[in-house]
């Protein structure tokens, strides 16, 4: 990917424009604008457009009445259509709110809706059915799906208006988006997952027991992986407001250790319940997460 | 433990800094928000405890850093006592290798038995034993030897020609005492013969030097004593053909003495006396050497007289004596007074004073007035005297001239200034050393005596007897502020600082101005007995035979002015030393000062005509008179003390309780501590 279109993925520049839908359209377009060629298209009924045909491209694609008007092979392309309904859960607790000194001024939670607002986009531009679900301890807000282009909107506002409050319940969260959804689809979880490992576990146990499709963003800031702090520090916990003492210098190496051991036993445990699982580290762009993504739409289709 | 400046021990309570600051501090911690407080607390437990200790440790370091400085500053002493199994052993050996020890009794002299004695006392100490070798008359001290270094040492003994010295060994023992280790013991022996020179400076020690034992061995001759010495001599005359020497001789043995006394001068008959002398006796014997014909009159050369005992005794070295003898000069001094009235008779009857004090010294006197004094006179002068300085010249200035250039003198009394533009022209030709110009009527006192030492033509010991009759006592009632040339030379002053006696040399005479008048009409000194002295010494008499010997332990000086033709030069001569090697002499002013001799026997300048020093022993230095053993043990109970008291502790036992400080050791352990502190407290903010 080149160099000047990886800037728009760039969460420290998203999150310099004002408005969300752009900040989609950024991500999308300058995600897609480097790949070549665009895998993603061609499931669909509704044509799109013409293209020269390259060698390697299928010849059931080839639009031969082109050929015998222009003499010239041309493919065929199609806007893809399908009924997959995506819900898209966000979390935005308190300790969503952290944002280190690797990245000033994108939360957790600002990166996480960069990548709600580009994976909407994404997904409506290409017909899937979306909803939004922002949640703390509980379910704070709530869009249906819809595949209409208006509905872009709707998403797009929801998160620019998201704020963060209360602490993290994801498992019931879970088990309540599991018991809510009526129509089996793909669930996309953007969280820090700070939650009990075994109860997170379990609530995607659920959703996966009712046949979705699951696929976790865990998004850490580069502060939360490194502990890369000097001096002495009394750390306050974001949700439950208790203090600790320390020399970050003495004990980072455990810290480290021990964060090292609880990303391994997340990422073993999704793997065994053949749940995705993709961790984001907020001074990175956005491409890895579109990518994971599109790689699991795919393997849908 | 002590302390020299205990009341810095009292920094030591800064450590409450530190402390309190440990206890009341509060580390600012920064307040950060975070969320996943959970992995932190894991390792928070062990850092916290680690933490704490670290805490703790910086504290004690630098609680110790401030005590260990407090304690520095404090000069803390750590005594140490030594065990007495631990104790070193250093022998002192005292050895006497004065010439007396160069008796010989039955074939061996004192000293070979000596040897032998300090050999065996080396062979019976503790085989750890340091050994201090301490020869007193030629006063060598070689410290630190081991028993083999110790024997080799001794084996090369030798006699000095010096007499004994008990200072400087002692001094030695007692700087070697200060300087040994801790728990050392010092044993100090005393090898002699103990003669009575020996013994008294044993007596006369005012500090007796501390020690843990003290021994001597007495090494007295077995049988009588057989030894006579020439002991000294003196020239009693040497004006006429002979030259009479009154030689002192003396038995320092127990037995009777039939000896010959000889005096021996080169180019010269020989001649003697027979010498009696009963044991302890001691007597003078004259001894008359005929001089040549060439040796009197005005030639006055320095004769090498050796004196000589025969047959020898046990004791050979002392059978000799040499002394370089000046035979005075017969000569006529011409002397002519010019005066004006008859203000000069006060220095004619000096003059005749003179004349009849010595009878090989004859002035002939010629006055003229000032307007009568022809060329005539001036050429049959050889000094000319005048009464004040000339109001008219019927000569020439050239034949005052021709007076000092034959090594006459011409010497000016100060009563007025005269003709002014002929003393300016005296002055301006040399021949006047000074010029008178203003009075200054004050009264004044001369120095004691002139500062001859400087100028030839003037002799120093003359100018100490003048010192006899305290001229410093003889007030002038002003004196003449002069105006002088760069080559004159002030050789007397007045205690105002203003010039008493002028002198400048012209051709081979010189010329002198006296700042006074010559019939005292300025003063008292031509009324006072100073006054036939002074004129003696202001026409340079000297007419005494001198005489040249000194002992071993003195430098010899000589008088350039008494050899007389000699008229030395250079200010370095060469010399030959008693042993025959070659050195330098240097001379100042008349004196001539030369090296240390090198033994007994003759020193001489190198040149055409020889000035001789004859060296001798010290007298005494021989004296083998009886001494019991209970005198010489009293007088070594007063050089040397085993008890401690105040002021007298053992060497050893200062040694003993001796203060060892400990700054450097709690200096390192400071610099220790900062490091360790400095490392331990980076690590605690890691």
Redesign the interface.
């Known amino acids: 990917m080149a160099g000047a279109t990886r800037d728009y993925l760039d969460p420290i520049f998203l999150s310099k424009l004002a408005n969300m839908e752009l900040v989609a359209r950024c991500a999308i377009e300058g995600f897609f604008s480097g790949l070549h060629p665009s895998p993603f298209q061609g499931f669909s009924v509704e044509y799109s457009d013409h293209r020269e045909y390259y060698p390697g491209d299928e010849v059931k694609f080839v639009d031969w009445k082109v050929f015998a008007r222009t003499d010239r092979l041309c493919i065929k392309r199609f806007h893809q259509e399908t009924n997959t309904c995506v819900y898209l859960l966000l979390d935005v607790s308190k300790s969503m709110a952290f944002a280190g000194a690797a990245t000033p001024g994108v939360r957790k939670v600002d990166y996480a809706s960069f990548l709600a607002a580009a994976l909407s986009y994404l997904m409506l531009k290409q017909g899937d059915s979306t909803a939004l679900v922002q949640f703390a301890e509980r379910i704070k807000g709530q869009i249906p799906p819809a595949s209409k282009r208006t509905h872009l909107h709707a998403i797009l506002t929801a998160l620019q208006r998201a704020k963060v409050a209360g602490r993290t319940n994801l498992a019931g969260v879970l088990h309540t988006v599991a018991e809510t959804t009526k129509r089996r689809g793909l669930i996309v979880l953007i969280s820090d997952l700070l939650d009990d490992e075994g109860d997170i576990a379990r609530g995607l146990a659920h959703l996966k027991f009712l046949k979705h499709d699951v696929i976790v963003f865990h998004v850490l800031d580069h502060q939360e992986l490194e502990l890369d702090y000097e001096g002495l520090i009394e750390f306050e916990d974001m949700e439950s407001r208790d203090k600790l003492r320390t020399f970050p210098q003495s004990i980072r190496s455990r810290y480290q250790q021990r964060v090292g051991e609880f990303l391994d036993h997340v990422r073993k445990t999704l793997g065994k319940s053949d749940i995705d699982y993709c961790l984001l580290d907020t001074s990175e762009p956005l491409d890895r997460a579109l990518i994971a993504y599109l790689v699991k739409r795919r393997r849908l289709m | 433990m002590s302390f020299l400046q205990w009341t810095f021990l009292f920094g030591a309570l800064a450590v409450v800094g530190p402390l309190m600051a440990h206890l009341l501090s509060k ?11 959970r ?6 437990r ?3 405890s ?2 704490k200790l670290r805490d703790l440790l910086v504290l004690l370091l630098r609680c110790a850093i401030i005590t260990l400085i407090a304690l520095l500053f404090a000069q803390p002493l750590l005594h140490v006592h030594s065990k007495p199994q631990e104790q070193r052993t250093v022998v002192h050996l005292a050895l006497d290798d004065s010439m007396s020890m160069a008796y010989r009794d039955g074939g061996k002299s004192l000293l070979a038995r000596m040897i032998e004695a300090a050999d065996k006392r080396i062979g019976r100490a503790p085989q750890q034993a340091r050994f201090s070798i301490h020869t007193l008359a030629s006063r060598r001290h070689i410290d630190g030897l081991d028993k083999r270094q110790a024997r080799a040492e001794i084996k090369r003994l030798t006699v000095a020609p010096r007499s004994a010295q008990l200072a400087d060994f002692l001094s030695a023992l007692r700087q070697g005492s200060r300087q040994k280790p801790p728990g050392t013991r010092v044993r100090v022996c005393v090898m002699s013969d103990f003669a009575p020179n020996t013994l008294r400076q044993f007596e006369q020690v005012l500090r007796p030097a501390g020690v843990h034992e003290w021994t001597y061995e007495s090494l007295r001759p077995e049988g009588k004593v057989s030894n006579a010495a020439i002991t000294g001599a003196r020239v009693v005359d040497a004006s006429g053909g002979t030259l009479d020497i009154d030689v002192t001789v003396a038995d320092w043995g127990d037995t009777a003495q039939e000896r010959k006394l000889t005096a021996t001068v080169p180019d010269l008959e020989p001649a003697g006396v027979d010498v009696h002398l009963a044991p302890g006796q001691q007597r003078v014997f004259r001894i008359q050497v005929e001089l040549q014909h060439t040796m009197t009159g005005s030639h006055r050369p320095v004769l090498p007289v050796e004196l000589d005992l025969s047959p020898a005794d046990n004791l050979v070295e002392d059978d000799t004596y040499r002394l370089a003898v000046s035979a005075p000069a017969a000569t006529s001094t011409r002397v002519l007074l010019v005066h004006r009235a008859d203000e000069a008779f006060l220095f004619e009857t000096a003059l005749d004073a003179l004349a009849r004090k010595s009878s090989a010294w004859t002035p002939e006197v010629r006055m003229a007035t000032e307007d009568h004094v022809t060329r005539g006179d001036l050429n049959w002068a050889d000094t000319v005297v005048f009464s004040a300085l000339p109001a008219d010249l019927r000569y020439r200035t050239e034949d005052l001239e021709k007076v000092t250039a034959g090594g006459g003198r011409v010497i000016f009394f100060a009563t007025d200034v005269g003709n002014s533009k002929i003393a300016e022209r005296l002055w301006r030709e040399g021949l006047l050393p000074a010029l008178p110009q203003r009075w200054a009527q004050e009264t004044v006192y001369l120095e004691a005596q002139p500062c001859t030492r400087l100028c030839p033509g003037f002799d120093g010991r003359t100018a100490r007897s003048l010192s006899n009759y305290r001229p410093d006592r003889i007030a002038a009632r002003g004196c003449w502020l002069c105006r002088v040339a760069p080559q004159t030379q002030c050789i007397w002053r007045f205690k105002n600082g203003q010039g008493f006696l002028w002198h400048t040399s012209v051709g081979r005479g010189s010329a002198v101005l006296v700042n006074t008048s010559i019939d005292d009409s300025l003063g008292l000194l031509a009324k006072s007995g100073a006054w036939v002295a002074f004129c003696g010494y202001l026409l340079g008499e000297d007419h005494e035979a001198k005489q040249f010997c000194f002992s071993t332990a003195e430098q010899p000086v000589l008088s350039v002015s008494d050899s007389g033709r000699t008229r030395q030069r250079l200010a370095v001569v060469p010399v030959e030393n008693c042993d025959g090697s070659k050195t330098r002499a240097r001379i100042e002013g008349d004196r001539l000062f030369m090296p240390a001799p090198a033994g007994l026997g003759w020193m001489r300048t190198l040149g055409a005509t020889s000035l001789y020093a004859g060296i001798n022993l010290p007298a005494g230095e021989t004296d083998m008179g009886s001494v019991t053993t209970e005198q010489v043990a009293d007088a070594l109970t007063r050089a040397f003390v085993t008890e401690t008291p105040d002021g007298a502790q053992p060497a050893g036992a200062r040694q003993a309780a001796q203060r060892k400080p400990v700054w450097p050791s709690l200096a390192w352990a400071i610099i220790f501590l900062v490091l360790l502190e400095s490392t331990v407290t980076s690590r605690l ?2």
Do not use: A, I, W, Y
């Open positions: 580390p600012r911690f920064r307040r950060v928000p975070f969320t996943m407080l992995f932190l607390r894991s390792g928070q062990e850092s916290q680690r933490r903010k890691r």
